[in-house]
C-alpha cells in the first residue's frame, strides 16, 4: 500500500522495523484496544490553540497545522493527505491515512524498547547507527550537544540562557517586515558546517508557536523511523535552537541555492472550537497495520 510523503528505507532497516514491530501487540489489527481518546482526557477547554506552518523542500510543499489540547496534539498534514493524533504522556501514535481511509498507531516506548533489547539484530543496530540515529536516542537517552567544531565565534543573537552551539555567526541587519500579522527582524547566520542561512524572528516568545514547534520537535524522530516520513528537516531544529536561545522566535527561516530555495515559515496562529472529533478516528476509517506500508516491507496480512 503506498503512503503518500513516505521515502523509502534501505532494505535491511526494513526488514529490522518489520520485525520488530510484527511483535507488539500496538499493531495488531484487532478491535481490542480503544483508539479514540475520550472527550474528557481533554479536561475540555473551550477552544483549542492551532498553528499553522509552511514548508518548502524535497521540492514540494508541505502545509502542517497543529492543534493543541492540554493533553493530546493533532498534526495535519494537508498536501500529504494525513493526520496525527498524538498523546505527549504516553507517546502513542495514531495515523489517519485521509487517502484511503485508513488508520494505524503505534508506541513509541515499545518500539524503543523492543530494539534497545534485540539481540538478534545487531547488524541492523548498525546501520541505525551508520545513518546517524544512536542508542542513547532509541534508549530516550538524550546525547551530549554537538560543539562549535571550532568556530569559536559562534553566538546567539542577543546573551541568555544556554551557550548556542549550533556554530552559527548571526549578523543583525536592521531590516524589518510584517510576517504572518508580526513584526519580524532580520538576521543572516553563516557556519562552516551548515548552509547560510536567512531568518525572519519575532522578538518574544510567542507561546503557541513555541508549544507547536516543540511537539513537532518531539513527534519527528519516531515519525522518521517507523511511519518513515520526516515531518520537519533536523536543519530547522538546529538554526529555531540557536535563535531562542537570544530570546527571540524564528517566523521565516529560508536556506539553500536562489534556485532551490527551502523554506519553514509560520502561517498563522488561531483558535479553533472544541469538538469531540478533533481527536477522534473518523467512523468510516478501518485499522491497518505498519507492517504493510510501503516502505516497511512487502504486505504481509493487513488491517480489518
Known amino acids: ?20 514491530l510484527a511483535g507488539s501487540s500496538a499493531f495488531a489489527a484487532d478491535d481490542t484496544v480503544s483508539t479514540t481518546p475520550p472527550v474528557a482526557a481533554l479536561k475540555n477547554p473551550a477552544t483549542l490553540d492551532v498553528v499553522t ?18 493533553t493530546l496534539i493533532r498534526l495535519d498534514a ?31 516506548p515499545e518500539v524503543k524498547e523492543k530494539v534497545a533489547q534485540s539481540k538478534r539484530y545487531e547488524e541492523h543496530m548498525r546501520d541505525l547507527l551508520s545513518q546517524g540515529i544512536g542508542a542513547d536516542d532509541l534508549s530516550g537517552n538524550s546525547a551530549p550537544p554537538p560543539t562549535n567544531g571550532g568556530d569559536a565565534g559562534a553566538s546567539a543573537p ?7 552551539t549550533s556554530g ?30 536567512d531568518v525572519w524572528c519575532y522578538t518574544g516568545p510567542l507561546p503557541a508557536v513555541r508549544a507547536a514547534f516543540e511537539k513537532i520537535r518531539a513527534m519527528n524522530e519516531p515519525m522518521a523511523l517507523v511511519p518513515v516520513r520526516t515531518l520537519v528537516p533536523e536543519f530547522v531544529f ?23 530555495k527551502n523554506k519553514f515559515a509560520l502561517a498563522k496562529e488561531t483558535t479553533r ?10 467512523k468510516l476509517y478501518n485499522k491497518t497495520t505498519l507492517i504493510t506500508m510501503d516502505g516497511i516491507t512487502q504486505p504481509i496480512g493487513g488491517g480489518n
Not at 500500500?1 to 520488530?20: E, H, K, N, Q
Not at 506552518?53 to 492540554?70: A, E, I, R
Not at 543583525?172 to 547560510?196: F, M, R, Y
Not at 538554526?239 to 532551490?260: F, I, M, N, R
Request: proline share 6%; glycine share 8%.
Open 158 to 164: 542577543a546573551a541568555g540562557g544556554d551557550a548556542d
Open 1 to 20: 500500500m503506498r503512503i503518500p510523503g513516505c521515502r523509502p528505507l534501505p532494505i535491511r532497516l526494513a526488514v529490522f522495523l518489520a520485525a520488530t
Open 238 to 260: 538546529t538554526v529555531y535552537d540557536s535563535l531562542v536561545k537570544g530570546g527571540s522566535t524564528p517566523v521565516l527561516v529560508t536556506w539553500g541555492s536562489a534556485g532551490d
Open 78 to 108: 494537508i498536501e500529504d493527505r494525513y493526520s496525527i493524533i498524538y498523546d505527549p504522556h504516553s507517546e502513542n501514535y495514531i495515523g489517519l491515512e485521509h487517502s484511503n481511509d485508513t488508520y494505524w498507531q503505534f508506541s513509541w
Open 168 to 197: 552559527y555567526i548571526w549578523r543583525q541587519t536592521g531590516e524589518h517586515k510584517e510576517i504572518a500579522g508580526l513584526d519580524c527582524v532580520h538576521w543572516t547566520g553563516e557556519s562552516a558546517a551548515n548552509p547560510e542561512v
Open 273 to 282: 472550537a472544541n469538538k469531540p472529533e478533533v481527536f477522534s478516528i473518523p
Open 53 to 70: 506552518f509552511d514548508m518548502f523542500y524535497d521540492d514540494s510543499n508541505h502545509k502542517m497545522v497543529v492543534t493543541l489540547s492540554p
